[in-house]
Structure formats: structure tokens, C-alpha cells
């Protein structure tokens, strides 16, 4: 048997569409499934509740076909590339490397990662609002330290993979390592709360948690997990179900980097307005700036000179005025309220046809070679140093080659393409779509000036009401980001995988997602009504760590896994723009932190509490069963 | 380089996960043998509608498989049985196929005949005359023919995934269009039972239509199950089987059971006698399985697919092994094999083990496990069965 080649198909052009067509459909149509709730749910509701025309319909349009088509080479990418190649390094790793050695690869690539993907743009964006007077501490975490801060979420998604893969070797349960973590978090939270200046970082520290794992380090340490379980087959009540629960430390381990760095500024007082302050920033001047941008809101456009005269002509109105009566002198005469020589003052309003577009289809000031550059530059830098690394590791460490068959490179291939549509769909479609909403939301209780037009409408309701209608909003617009976030459809993808199906990832999308729709919500309502973070953080915490406790071990490290993935590049701007509308309306409002906090709690609990209604029910069948077998006896003795 | 042996069996098991690691531990105590060990889910079906919200959590199982020579496969089956307490309601399944022909390498741990002799075997437990039906669907049609197989009298199938091989494979680039994971249905039945199961499944599959998939039964010579088909809260429901028996009783014979309630694409139902024409399906074939190392998956499906096979499916699994490596640096690092099976035509699968045999004697390799066992009855679409142009 020397040399036999399989034999391959040659095919024509017609047949490889053929062979093409139907997996191409089947893998866009799975996307458009992800998508088009968040899609529809946003169009209707500008245009129905809020009675908004779109702005930028067409832009938004192309950009949510593009976000679809990446998404889809985006996901093939990771089950074809980025997954096996992980997978194949965990489990060969065990075989040929010493523990410390496999700890050291694990530190670097949770740093890597985390530089490939970088949370910061997110914080910052998050803080775009954060006044040097109101919250120094924290303005100077994002703005002098912004590199010590994305230093040490590294360094903390470094230890937590190290910790994670540790974990495999020795079967530690995930309970016994995340609950001694989230108690101690929740502990530090407390203190720092009483103190002014460390709790207004308690929301970027919490954040931080959440956003450092993004779609691609999810699937590769998911991917290098379950590799090394496949090799390293620990006994002990976790076993087996194993592959799961890095997710859940790198996105802990963050905030008490997070937190850590914060506490040692304020031991320095090092921060902006403290004495041993160095940096460039003047506070004085930062204030200044900051009161320059109360914008002139005009509900009212000028009478012309021309209608005036008609006025004065046929005593007609123009159309849509209203009347006020200002000054005189009130008298009660005969029992009724008799003004004397009143101003009357007639104004005209703003009158708006709606429409379903705005003006303007595409938005001058995004270009669309640009975008694509920057998302694809965003998805390499993502993407290719990591594989880089991988190879290396595994050509040079592991003395591996990849087979010849393997599909690797392709995948990666894909997974660069996939990840630049997806980058440009998501700029140029879901954010300008995102943003409108999110500013236009405070339009149901507070009186904006909506986005593309010129001129401010009243609250829809009132304020009460429309708080409630925002936070219904918010719950609605998580849950539907929520389905549409790669890094969860590949978690949802692994789950099923692993679990051959038992754990079907229909449920596990669903329950994270209405999960992620009530944390969401919490966090409108904690910036809608001024609430401290802490009071929101601590109760559902406690909850889970409860629920945690009596929780059978598989689900604890799904469940906790979710949550480490739900805050990815659909929710995180579609949630902010809508945080930080919302906070701009609140008085004493100044950042958008803390919601995406929120949002990660809320999955970990759906889920626990999923699993443990369901874990109840197989119980029953046992009777049934004993039916069964008793009936099979008298049949073989008849 | 290998031992050659008609005189083997492939035990098979399905076990609450929670019990996998106590059953490896006592089957390597007791007899010395080593399990290869995959993934695999139980099914269950809710019976009230307004469950339907909450889709069920499957059980998860593990599905044990393991070579044992037929004089051990009793003693093999009730160390499982205790240790995974399979006498219990609603556990697993143990059941045993003979194998025609094997052939082990030397490096291939398996149970030698010599083990055990202390081990008591209690007779009462296993039931003969029972039938094994494997059944590889892809993932949109796995929980349609579940149910069928449920209407139709059969326990929740066990399901575990496989890899399938053949066409896709040598297209080139286009392999990346494969859908990689294939769902394997396991319903373990008795003999009386299992033809109707078998034609209820490959008639709601439309295994007579290309692409959808193929099925296969085994023989079993001992085994037994206790194995759910539902979660249900009506105790003393009487189960389709019960049914079926007390119509047999009554009517005091069972060819009215010809007459059965077939569920057709869509949602309707009709009564009557199958349209799938019985000599449709091929009969007396042979199943080839080998066990290899994982690494070599590739190698070696690629001989057997070079050697004419049409497609082959395959599945990974991990031997846990505590006494391989008392010194290692890990605790317990387990082997990786793969599962590679394939049904064939008798004469071919000599041809196909022959490839596999020459393989291994060129590229020195002793780890595998090589054997096949006899297929009685196999659906499928099969190319050529009508000459649409000659039509």
C-alpha cells in the first residue's frame, strides 16, 4: 500500500455550487435566526412606540446583511479553525509538558487574549461621561492609568486560565473556587462602597469582569479546556463535564485585578486632584469644558413675517400653534376667574409628518472603505498573533504538525473574514441603529431633542411610566442582543457538543438571554432611579452563590460560563448607547457602568435555575418504569 | 504482530454518567479490562404540553464498549451491572454482540480469558432474544425518529455522536460543507418487538431517500435494559408495551400487529402496513469495527475508504486506565481511541480488514482491535435501486 491517494471527485463549476449552495443558506439562515429578533424588535419599536422615522435606513440595512454574512463566516471559522487548533493543543499539551510549563502557556494566552481583544475602548466609551471633579479616582483609571488598568485585567485573565486549567488536573469542583471569589468580591465591593472615591470604581471593576471575554478568546479557551479533558480525565463529582469554567474565572479574576489596582492608587493618592498627583490634567479646566455643552433645546420655530401678515389679514392661525396667557390680573367676578389686560402669546410648534426613513440614507460621515479597514485591522490584530502563538506552540513545543486534511487554516481564513464583516456590519448597521434608539429611549420620559431631528419632543408619558417603558425596552433589547452574540453561540455550540445533546443549546441561548434581558433591565432602572450598584450587585449575588451551593456541579459550570460570555460586540454598544441616553437624562447620573455588570449576573442565575427545575423531573418516570420491566416478566412467563 | 480469534464479543454498555468512573474502577479491579468510554444522552419525552415550554434536560449517560472473550462476556456484564447498579429502574443497558472474526493487536489491552474465574454470575438477570437497532441520522431528524421509535414501542433511544466519512471527505476543499457531528440512535428491544421499531424508524427517517441516513441492527446473545422512554406523572399509565401485550392476549395471536400506526412526514398518521417494502432492506451483511488510536483516525480511515468501503463512521472515546501509568505525572491521563465502524457486504469486509491488516504490519503499529460482527438486516438509500432514466 504505497502511495494510494484517496480518490477525489473532480467537480465542475455547477456541481460545487450545488455541493456549496445548501451549506451556505444553512449557516445564513442559522445567523438571520440569531439576528432578526434584535432587528425587528428595534425597527418596530422606534417606529411604533416612539413614532420615529430611522435615519440612515439603507446604511443600516446593508450593515445588518453584512453583519449576518460575517457572523456566518465568522462561526465557520471557529468550528473549522480556531476550535480544533485550540482543542488539539490541550489535549497534546498533558501528554508532552510538564504542569508548570502548561500553567506558563495558559498565563500567556489569557494575556494575549485579553491585548487581542481590548475591553478598553468599551470602558472608555462607557465612561465618556466621567467628570474629573465628580469621581477623580475613576477618571484617572481611564484616562492616566488606562494602561496599567488593561495591564492588569490581563495579568487577571492570565491567572484565572492558568487557575482554570489547574482546575482540570485536579478536579476541583468550580463551586468551591468561584463561590470563595464572588463572597470576597462581594466583600471588597462593600468596602469600597463607604468609601466616596473607590465606589465609583466599583462599576468599572464589575464591567471589566464582564467584557474582557470577547468571541474570540471564549471559543479558544473553551476549545483548550475540553481538550485538556479529553486527555486529563480527573475523577472526582466534576468529572466528565469538565471544559467548562475558565470563562468563569477570567471574567472574575479581572474585577479583583481591577479592583486591587484602584485600591493601590487610592493607598498612593496618585489620582487626579490628589496631592501626589503627576499627570497632565487640570481639573479646573476639565470642569469648564464639561458646562459648555448644555445644547439649546428649541421646541418652537419662528412665525414668519408673511404668516404674521395673514394672521393680521383673515385673523386666521398658522397651523399647530398653541396659546398662553401670561401676566393680567386674575378677579373672581360672579363666580367666574375674569383676567384683565393678559399677554395672550401664540406660538408655533414644531409639526413633524412622520415618516418611516429619516432624510438622510446613509451617513456622510462613515466611510465605507474606512470601516472596512478598521474592522479589518480590528479582526487581525484579534485573531492572527494568537494563531500565531498557538502555531508556534505547537509546532515548536509540541513537535505537531497539522494534518494534511486539516481544515485549520481555512477556518482561520474564514474567521478573519468573518470577523471584519462582522466588525464593519456591526458599525455601519447595528450601531447607528443602536444609537438612535438608545438615545431616543429617554424620549419616554424626558424631553430630548431626537436623534436626526432638529427639534425637541416632550416626554411620551409620564416620568414613572416612562422610566417603566425604558426598562421594558432594556429587558427586550438585552434578551435579543443577547441571542445574536457569537461568543454564546459558540458556548451554546460546545454545550450541546459535549453534552451530546442533552443540554440542548436552544435552552441554554434562551435562559442566558432572558437572563442577560433582566439584568439589563436592572441596570436601567438602577440609572433611571439613581440606585447604588452595590445594593443592585449584592442581593442577586448571594442568590447565586445560594443557588450555586445546592446546584448539581454540571450546570454550576455552564451556568457561570454564560455569564462570563454574554457582554460581547452586539451588546455591549447597543446596551451602552442606551445607558449612557438614559443616564444623560437623570440628574447625578455621570457613567454608563455597572449595567454590564448586572447583565452577567442575571444568566447565572436563569440558568441554575433551569437546571435545577429540570434536574427534578426525571424522577418521576421510575415508576413507570418498574410497569415495564414487570410487564416483560409475565410476558416471557406466559 | 496480532492474534487472531473468532471467539470474541463487544460488550456494550450505557450508564448513568455518575457511575461511569465506579464501573471503570471495579472492571479493572475484577477482571483487569479497560472500557472505552464515550459520551452519550439518554431521551425523554414530556408528557404534557405545558412541559414542552422547558424543553427536557436528557440524561446524561456514558456508553461503555469492550472486547472480551465470549467465555467472560457474563462475568464482564455483571461486574457492570453491579457496579452501575443497572438492576436499578431507569439506569443503562449491558448487552453483548458475538463477533464473527477478530483481530487484536499485541499492543491492545484487552481482557484476557484467564481473568475472573472468581467472579459469580447471576443468571436471572439477563434477558435473551433481544436485538439492537443503531440508527445514524443527522441532527434535524434524530428527535423526530426518537419519538416514532418511542410511539413504537421502544425505550428513549441512547444517542451519541459519530463523524461520518466517506463522500465529502474526497472533495477536496469542499469537505468544510461535511456537518461534522451525526447523531447514532441505540434501542435495545425484544426480538418480537424489534422489527416493528426497526421498519417505524427507517420509514419516519426515509432512510429509502439518499442522504438521510442508514441503519443496522446486531444481534445480541445476552444482555439486558432498563432503560425510560418519559417523564410522566401518571403513575400506573399503562405503557405501549403492556398494551401491546394485553391485545396479543386477547386477540390470542399477533398478526394484527402488522397493521400498525405509522406517523408520515408531516403530521398525519395512517394505519396499515408499512409503505417501506421490506425487500428494500439488504440483509446478512457484516459490520467491521476497529479500534485505533485516535491520532491514526485519519490513516486508517483513509485505507479502509481506499480499500472500497463507501463511508465509514467514527467516534472518539477515552480508555481510562488507572494501572497504565501508576508513575505518570498526572493522576489519571486517559488514552484517546477512536471507533471506527463501517457495514458492508461480508466478502468486502474481509477485503477492508485485509487493508487494515496490511497497514499495520507496514507502519508497525499494535494498538487496534479489529472485528466484525454479523448484521442481519440494514436500511438505507441504496444508488441504483431505481434507474430514474430508464423510467
Known amino acids: ?491 451554546g455550540d460546545t454545550v450541546e457538543r459535549i453534552t451530546v445533546g442533552a443540554f440542548r443549546k436552544k435552552l441554554l441561548m434562551q435562559s442566558v438571554a432572558l437572563g442577560v434581558g433582566l439584568g439589563i433591565a436592572a441596570g436601567i432602572l438602577k440609572m433611571a432611579y439613581n440606585l447604588p450598584l452595590i445594593g443592585m450587585l449584592i442581593p442577586p449575588y448571594l442568590l447565586v452563590v445560594a443557588l450555586t451551593i445546592i446546584a448539581p456541579h454540571s450546570f454550576v459550570n455552564f451556568s457561570w460560563d454564560s455569564a462570563g460570555v454574554t457582554t460581547g460586540p452586539i451588546t455591549v454598544p447597543l446596551v451602552l448607547a442606551m445607558g449612557l441616553g438614559v443616564g444623560a437624562n437623570i440628574p447625578g447620573v455621570s457613567d454608563g457602568f455597572g449595567i454590564l455588570a448586572l447583565a452577567s449576573v442575571g444568566p447565572i442565575l436563569t440558568v441554575l435555575m433551569v437546571g435545577l427545575y429540570s434536574q427534578r423531573q426525571p424522577q418521576n418516570d421510575v415508576e413507570e418504569q418498574s410497569l415495564i420491566s414487570l410487564s416483560t416478566h409475565e410476558a416471557k412467563e406466559s | 504482530m496480532s492474534t487472531e480469534s473468532t471467539n470474541f464479543s463487544l460488550v456494550t454498555a450505557v450508564l448513568p454518567k455518575s457511575t461511569t468512573q465506579v464501573t471503570c474502577e471495579s472492571l479493572a479491579r475484577e477482571l483487569g479490562a479497560a472500557a472505552m468510554i464515550s459520551e452519550a444522552r439518554g431521551t425523554l419525552l414530556h408528557d404534557q404540553w405545558w412541559k414542552s415550554w422547558v424543553p427536557p434536560i436528557s440524561p446524561a449517560k456514558s456508553y461503555l464498549q469492550l472486547l472480551a472473550p465470549d467465555d467472560r462476556v457474563e462475568q464482564v456484564e455483571e461486574v457492570i451491572i453491579k457496579a452501575a447498579r443497572l438492576d436499578q429502574q431507569s439506569t443503562g443497558a449491558v448487552f453483548s454482540s458475538p463477533c464473527t472474526d477478530a483481530v487484536i493487536g499485541d499492543d491492545f489491552d484487552v481482557l484476557s480469558s484467564l481473568a475472573a474465574e472468581g467472579v459469580p454470575v447471576d443468571q436471572r438477570r439477563d434477558q435473551e432474544e433481544l436485538s439492537a437497532i443503531f440508527c445514524i441520522l443527522t441532527h434535524s431528524d434524530a428527535e423526530r425518529v426518537s419519538k416514532a421509535a418511542i410511539r413504537a414501542g421502544a425505550h428513549g433511544p441512547v444517542v451519541h455522536y459519530c463523524e461520518g466519512k466517506g463522500l465529502r471527505d474526497r472533495l477536496g476543499w469542499l469537505r468544510i460543507t461535511k456537518e461534522h457531528d451525526k447523531e447514532v440512535l441505540v434501542v435495545i428491544a425484544e426480538k418480537e418487538f424489534a422489527d416493528d421499531i426497526f421498519d417505524t424508524m427507517s420509514h419516519v427517517a426515509r432512510l429509502d431517500l439518499p442522504g438521510r441516513g442508514f441503519m443496522y441492527r446486531l444481534p445480541i446473545s445476552k444482555g439486558m435494559y432498563n432503560l425510560p422512554s418519559r417523564t410522566s406523572q401518571h403513575h400506573h399509565e399503562a405503557s405501549l408495551q403492556q398494551i401491546i401485550h394485553a391485545i396479543d392476549h386477547l386477540s390470542g395471536h399477533n398478526n394484527w400487529r402488522d397493521q400498525s400506526v405509522y406517523q408520515l412526514p408531516g403530521q398525519g398518521r395512517a394505519v396499515g402496513i408499512g409503505n417501506i417494502n421490506k425487500n428494500d432492506y439488504m440483509h446478512q451483511r457484516t459490520c467491521l469495527n476497529l479500534f485505533v488510536e485516535r491520532e491514526s483516525t485519519q490513516k486508517f480511515s483513509d485505507a479502509l475508504l481506499d480499500a472500497g468501503a463507501s463511508g465509514l463512521n467514527v467516534h472518539y472515546a477515552r480508555q481510562y486506565d488507572p494501572q497504565a501509568q501508576p508513575g505518570s505525572k498526572f493522576a489519571n491521563m486517559s488514552l484517546e481511541f477512536a471507533v471506527i465502524r463501517c457495514v458492508v457486504e461480508p466478502s468486502l469486509g474481509d477485503v477492508l480488514a485485509d487493508s487494515v491488516r496490511s497497514l499495520t504490519s507496514t507502519q508497525n503499529l499494535g494498538n487496534y482491535g479489529l472485528f466484525q460482527i454479523f448484521t442481519p438486516t440494514v436500511a438505507t438509500y441504496v444508488p441504483n435501486k431505481i434507474d430514474y432514466r430508464a423510467a
Open chain 1, 1 to 491: 500500500m504505497t502511495g494510494t491517494e484517496n480518490p477525489r471527485f473532480k467537480l465542475g463549476l455547477r456541481d460545487t455550487l450545488r455541493v456549496l449552495w445548501p451549506y451556505v443558506k444553512r449557516n445564513f439562515l442559522n445567523q438571520v435566526q440569531g439576528i432578526w429578533f434584535i432587528v425587528t424588535y428595534l425597527v418596530v419599536f422606534q417606529l411604533i412606540v416612539l413614532q420615529l422615522p430611522i435615519a440612515y435606513a439603507l446604511m443600516i440595512g446593508v450593515g445588518i446583511i453584512v453583519v449576518a454574512l460575517g457572523l456566518m463566516f465568522f462561526m465557520e471559522g471557529l468550528r473549522l479553525g480556531l476550535m480544533p487548533l485550540g482543542e488539539q493543543i490541550g489535549s497534546e499539551l498533558p501528554k508532552n509538558s510538564s504542569l508548570p510549563v502548561i500553567l506558563v502557556f495558559a498565563f500567556l494566552l489569557g494575556v494575549g487574549a485579553t491585548f487581542a481583544e481590548p475591553a478598553i475602548a468599551v470602558l472608555k466609551s462607557a465612561g465618556a461621561g466621567v467628570k474629573a471633579s465628580d469621581a477623580p479616582l475613576l477618571y484617572s483609571l481611564l484616562n492616566d492609568f488606562s494602561s496599567q488598568l488593561v495591564a492588569s485585567v490581563g495579568i487577571g485573565v492570565g491567572i484565572a486560565v492558568a487557575l482554570g486549567v489547574l482546575r482540570f488536573f485536579y478536579a476541583w469542583p468550580l463551586k468551591y473556587l468561584a463561590i470563595p471569589v464572588v463572597l470576597s468580591l462581594l466583600g471588597f465591593s462593600f468596602y469600597f462602597s463607604g468609601i466616596p472615591e473607590l465606589s465609583d470604581v466599583l462599576g468599572l471593576a464589575w464591567d471589566c469582569g464582564a467584557v474582557t471575554t470577547g468571541p474570540v478568546t471564549v471559543p479558544l479557551v473553551l476549545a483548550l479546556g475540553i481538550g485538556v479533558c479529553r486527555v486529563v480525565s480527573a475523577d472526582g463529582a466534576d468529572s466528565g463535564n469538565s471544559g467548562f469554567g475558565i470563562v468563569t474565572l477570567a471574567s472574575l479574576f479581572p474585577i479583583l485585578a481591577v479592583m486591587s489596582l484602584a485600591f493601590y492608587h487610592y493607598q498612593q493618592q496618585d489620582y487626579v486632584g490628589a496631592p501626589n498627583y503627576i499627570g497632565s490634567q487640570a481639573l479646573s479646566h476639565e470642569i469648564s469644558d464639561e458646562q459648555a455643552d448644555a445644547e439649546p433645546s428649541r421646541r418652537f420655530v419662528d412665525i414668519q413675517p408673511s404668516e404674521f401678515e395673514q394672521y393680521l389679514a383673515t385673523g386666521e392661525l398658522p397651523d399647530g400653534y398653541t396659546l398662553a396667557f401670561d401676566e393680567g390680573n386674575p378677579s373672581l367676578v360672579e363666580g367666574r376667574i375674569v383676567l384683565t389686560t393678559p399677554k395672550v402669546i401664540i406660538e408655533k410648534t414644531q409639526d413633524r409628518e412622520f415618516s418611516l426613513f429619516g432624510d438622510q440614507q446613509w451617513d456622510s460621515r462613515l466611510e465605507f472603505t474606512d470601516g472596512l479597514k478598521t474592522a479589518g485591522m480590528d479582526a487581525l490584530r484579534a485573531i492572527v498573533p494568537l494563531c500565531i502563538f498557538l502555531y508556534f506552540v505547537l509546532r515548536m513545543f509540541l513537535k505537531r504538525r497539522l494534518s494534511e486534511d486539516s481544515d485549520v487554516s481555512t477556518g482561520i481564513t474564514f474567521a478573519l473574514v468573518g470577523m471584519t464583516l462582522f466588525g464593519l456590519g456591526i458599525a455601519i448597521g447595528l450601531t447607528p441603529l443602536g444609537a438612535q434608539l438608545g438615545s431616543n429611549v429617554p424620549l419616554a420620559f424626558a424631553e430630548i431633542v431626537p436623534f436626526g431631528l432638529e427639534f425637541s419632543e416632550g416626554p411620551l408619558f409620564d416620568s414613572h411610566t416612562g422610566k417603566l417603558t425604558a426598562i421594558g425596552f432594556a429587558f427586550f433589547l438585552g434578551y435579543g442582543a443577547t441571542l445574536a452574540e457569537p461568543a454564546l453561540n459558540a458556548l
